[in-house]
Each structure stands twice: as C-alpha cells, then as structure tokens.
RNA sequence: GGCUACGUAGCUCAGCUGGUUAGAGCAUAGCAUUCAUAAUGCUAGGGUCGUUGGUUCAAGUCCAACCGUAGCUACCA
C-alpha cells in the first residue's frame, strides 16, 4: 500500500469558488479517488490562503475584520467544493497556529544556515493610508509609450514591463494619493544560492518535461533572492526576530500544504513526519495551475530541502481553463461561479467533462458549451448509461431483475477485463483523457453487441427467453465494470449504479468478477440529458452574478485590482 | 524582443521510437431497428496532415525557415 498526500492549491481568500477553481479540485479529487480505489492510503488537504494586502483591504471595504472575512469565505468555500464533491480529508486555512509553527520553523532554519539576508529597498510609498504599494497597487502612465492609467508592473496598451517607480504621474490605486518614495529593508531567501539543487531537482521526475524546460530556462537566465518580507500593515504572521516585518504571503501559502496536513494528523493520530522527514518514503503530490509554476516549483522544492523537510514527488500541472475559447473573465460574461453551474447542472457533468479533456500537460482547456451537452448527451447518457436502461426492461419483467447464473460471452467479458491495466495506468499519469476515450469504446462495442443480438427479438420465441437472460445480464455486468472504470470521475452517478447493482460499493478489485445469479434493485433513472439552452442560461447568469460587482468598483475608482486580474489569479496554491 | 508549446476532417482529438490506400467520437446524409432517457446499429460524404524547402528508398511523423495561435519573461494581494 502505498502512503500518498495529495493537495490543490490554496484559494485565495479574496473572492467565491469558480469554474477555474473546480478544474483543479476535480482534477485533483479524481485522481485521490483512484488511489483510493485502488487500496492505497491517501490524504487530500487544501486549505484557504488568507494572508496579505489583497484581504486586509477587503476585509476593511467590507468593515470587518479579517478574521470574519476570512471565516466568512471559508465556510463558502468548502460548502461549495463539497457540493462537487471534492473529498478533502482536511480543508483549513493558512491563518492557523500550525501555518505560524511551520512558518517560523522553516524561516529560521533557513536565517541560521546563513540562506536568509537583508537589503534595502526602494519602493513607492502611500503617505495617506500609511503603507507601501505593491506594484499591483499603483497606476500611472506608461514610460515607454504614455499610456494612462497603466498598472505598475507593465503597460496593457505597449506591453512593456517596468519598475512601478518608473511610472509617470503614479497614483495609488488605494487612497488615489500621489505616493512617495522611501526605503526600508526587507528579508529575502537567497535563491541563487540553490541553483545546483534546482538543476538536479527538476530533472528527478516530479515535474511534467514542459514545466522543467520552462524551469531550466529561469535558471539558466539567472536565479535572484526572493524577497519574503512585507512591511506593516500586513495581515499575516510576524517575522520572528524583526521589527513590524511581515512573511509575505507567498512564503506561507505553500507552508499552508503542511499546516493542513498537521492539523488533519492531530485529529487523527498519524505520524506527521512519516510523510515529511527528508527521507520519507511516501509520496508528496501536489496539483497547481501553470500561473504558480515558479512558488511550487523553484521556492517551494528549495525551501523545503533547506530546511530538512522532504521535496514533492510530483507537481501536477494543469492550463488554465477558457470558455467557448475565451479567458474566462467577469467583463466579457464568460464567468461563472460554482455555486451558479449548480443552480443548472449536476456536478458529475463538468466533472466528465473536465476528466474527457484533460491530459497530463499544462495546457489550456477550453469549456465549449455545445461540446459540453453533446459529450454529456452522446457519452454518459447515450452510450452508457443506455447500456443499462436497456438491457434492465428485459430482466425486470421476465427475470425477476435476477442475473444469469453464468456468463453467454465470457471473451467478450475478458475484454473489457482485460483493459483495467491500461486504464489504471492512464489513472495514475493523470491522462484521464486516455480512460474516457477507451471506455467509451468499449460502451460502443457494448452497444454493438446488443444490437446484434437483439434481445426484443428472442424474447418472443418462448425457447429462447434463457438467451434473453444471458444477453441482459452481459449488458448489466459490462455496464458494471465500465462504470467501475468511470468511478473516480462520476462519484454520484456511480452510486445510483450502485444501488441499482445492489452489490456494495465497487473496487477496482471486485469491478473484474462479473455478478452472476445476482439479484438487481429497482432500477431508476441514472442520468438526465442536458440542454444547450440551460448552458446558456447558466453562462448568463453567470455574468449578471458578477457584473454587479464590476460596476461597484468602477464606480468606487479606486479597484485595489482590476476585476479581471482578480480571476486570472484567484487561485494561488498554497 | 527572447523563450516555450501548439497548428491533422465543421467540432474535440488519436496517430509510439519515420514504412501498406491518414483514424475515432460528435455533427451531417441515407438505411435498419424500436429493447432503451428521439437512445442504438450499419453505410456514406468530408482532410493537398499551417506554408515552403531539406534529409531519406520512404515523412503527418525528423531538420530548417516562414506564417498563425496561445502562453511565459518569476516577488501581484
């Protein structure tokens, strides 16, 4: 048995769970649920992040505190993501004695083996609301070509990149004050000096070949030390040892991986340094976005081998997901919100859906509307759940819904059988694609079968009704193992399978023994077909939940960020 | 600008280390069927595999250039 940790970054708690959000948390729980159902042990924790500019202005826009935003958004958070669901063993919050335990843990491990130094630094300064501004939070016009209103880091109308302190005629883009220069010093990690590491790391298979070519070229442009502090006011943990120093949110995000999983580990009394000595022999997982490629995989791996804790075994990288092949963004209306697709869909839907596109590469995945219902319409219903719709009238009305007591086609059984290997391996490479595409071959070759033997007519000849019998029950037992196959992928609907199979909960152990002389329950609709125009109402709805929002920073103009840079990057990873 | 990935039928994609007339599903058309949630089965049309050049007996499959698309260029809560 194998000994696994499973996580998906952290979100952010700034804002509601949305579809971005759930291709990552379904991709994770799909692949926590085939270990599972393989035997191993696995633990899947996440957690909110909580820290930083982002929540203390919010929390002060909303007049309260961040602690009861943060509350606030927690419970949202985890009821909306159990409502899909995602089977977390523990879901926490990076603003937790354990996250400030591990903080402080590693943070000095690293400050006394000489990898932590100080430098001072120059950085725009809001003199009204008393705080530095991250580059984020000031807007001015472009130096290179004068566009107005550009934010600090780089120019949307040029696309040249800068230093916010190059900007022209900058504002801050929290009290519209002209900001000031000044100096103060901050704590960095000292990267460059874990670049051998970095270079064998990368390459030691935790990480997918395209991410490592992208990792080879940061290191080979040269690594710089990564600056850890922030100045007060922060919300977040005080750095141990220095004065009004704040660990920046970054630092203790991923460190947020670990305060779960101790939490978890208190409550249930297992041995947190089994899975995190630096020679421990279980598996660290974790599945982030291409957008935090560079925490998880040149900070994270680093800060951890430095401070005597184990690196992770695999990063998961996934794209970013689009709708009908635009960035999913609330001023073009292709936003939606997970509490919003459930007021339309069954979550197993967007879940097939996700699993029949993803591979395992960081590609961008679109969500197409008409490619949605008709992958939900053709596929789970009109192959497979058909399977057993048809073949369940017969062995209801003539066979007491009792199965044959031996198999009419047992090569054709092998077959499906035999394909378990394959798919179990796709399972563990992430490539649920693969898994999808096969077994909806295998559901057509079922339905062949069916329609060759063509039950509605045998039925009527009063010496062949055990042919009858024999052909449903193959139908049953191959629409067992398929779903057997899909279990991961479409929790609720398996279960429906399951109560209808009346044979317990399956495995992938027992999913290969065909039931035989087995009495079903009564069967009930699986699964309902979609529409297209309930799609549409969604995606609607979708841009009327979040176009209030857009106007009400607009018209405050003084957006701490530009709404759509919210989304892009509403999902960092702790 | 630099780098990376991608560009195969209307759509989503298979095509591994180069080797018979380029495949599947969906969509479309016709036929069959009626057990099944207007589901299923059979058949058909549809692609100069982004462009050009090269290597090779042989390239969608390797190389180069070009065109196009997307992304990255790390400290942003």
């Keep these: 048995m194998r000994r696994i940790l499973v996580t998906s970054a952290l979100p952010y708690a700034n804002g509601s769970v949305h579809l971005g959000h759930l291709l990552e948390h379904i991709q994770t729980d799909i692949w926590v649920r085939f270990q599972r159902m393989r035997g191993h042990e696995c633990i899947y924790v996440c957690a909110d992040d909580t820290h930083g500019t982002a929540t203390m202005l919010l929390a002060e826009q909303e007049g309260v505190g961040e602690e009861a935003l943060i509350d606030r958004l927690h419970a949202e958070h985890l009821a909306d993501f159990e409502r899909f669901g995602i089977s977390y063993n523990n879901y926490y919050s990076t603003h937790s004695d354990e996250n400030q335990y591990f903080s402080n843990l590693i943070y000095t491990r690293l400050r006394d083996r000489g990898f932590v130094y100080t430098k001072d630094v120059e950085q725009l300064y809001d003199p009204e609301r008393k705080m530095f501004l991250a ?20 120019c949307d109308s040029c696309g040249a990149t800068y230093d916010a302190r190059e900007l022209k005629n900058p504002v801050s883009a929290i009290s519209n ?8 010093d901050h704590y960095f990690v000292d990267l460059p000096k874990f670049t051998d590491f970095l270079r064998e790391y990368i390459h030691n298979g935790s990480q997918q070949p395209e991410v490592a070519n992208k990792l080879t070229e940061w290191i080979d442009g040269g690594l710089r030390g990564w600056d850890i502090s922030r100045d007060a006011p922060y919300f977040g943990f005080p750095i141990p040892d220095a004065d009004d120093k704040y660990f920046y949110v970054w630092m203790d995000a991923p460190i947020g991986y670990l305060a779960s999983f101790k939490n978890w580990c208190t409550k249930n009394d297992v041995d947190f340094d089994e899975f995190w000595r630096a020679d421990s022999t279980c598996e660290v997982h974790h599945f982030i976005g291409k957008d935090i490629i560079n925490f998880h995989c040149l900070f994270w791996p680093s800060v951890l081998h430095h401070s005597d804790f184990r690196t992770p075994t695999k990063v998961h990288v996934h794209g970013m997901l689009t709708m009908n092949g635009e ?4 001023s073009r209306g292709t936003f939606v919100l997970a509490s919003t697709y459930l007021d339309y869909f069954d979550p197993d839907y967007l879940r097939y859906y996700l699993a029949a596109r993803l591979a395992p590469n960081s590609a961008d995945l679109d969500l197409g509307s008409e490619d949605f219902v008709s992958r939900v319409n053709s596929d789970l219903v009109g192959k497979l759940v058909n399977i057993a719709s048809r073949s369940e009238g017969f062995l209801a009305k003539h066979f007491d819904n009792t199965l044959a007591s031996e198999l009419a086609e047992p090569e054709l ?9 394959r798919i179990a391996a796709w399972y563990e ?26 039950p509605w007519q045998l039925i009527k000849d009063e010496n062949r009704r055990d042919e009858v019998q024999g052909i449903c029950s193959m139908g049953i037992n191959l629409y067992r193992i398929l779903i057997a196959y899909l279990k991961p992928i479409v929790p609720s609907l398996t279960q429906r ?17 065909p039931l035989l002389s087995h009495r079903l329950n009564k069967f009930g609709r699986l699964l309902n077909r979609i529409e297209l125009k309930t799609f549409n109402a969604m995606i609607e709805a979708g841009a009327q939940n979040t176009a209030v929002e857009d106007d009400s920073t607009s018209e405050s103009e003084s ?13 960092r990873g702790g």
């Design 497 to 513: 399978s399951e109560e209808f199979l009346n044979a317990g909960d399956l495995t992938w152990e027992n999913a290969t023994q």
């Design 559 to 571: 957006p701490h960020i530009e709404i759509d840079d919210f989304l892009n990057r509403a999902s």
């Design 429 to 454: 490479e992430g490539d649920t694609r693969r898994v999808v595409r096969r077994v909806m071959e295998l559901a057509d070759k079922c339905n062949q079968y069916l329609a060759n033997k063509a």
């Design 327 to 330: 960035q999913m963004s609330k």
């Design 135 to 154: 580059d984020r939070n000031v807007r001015g016009d472009c130096p290179r070509c004068g566009a107005s209103n550009q934010p600090g880091d780089n």
């Design 177 to 184: 004050a002209t900001p000031i220069l000044r100096n103060s």
């Design 413 to 421: 059984w092998q077959e499906f059988v035999d394909e378990e290997e």
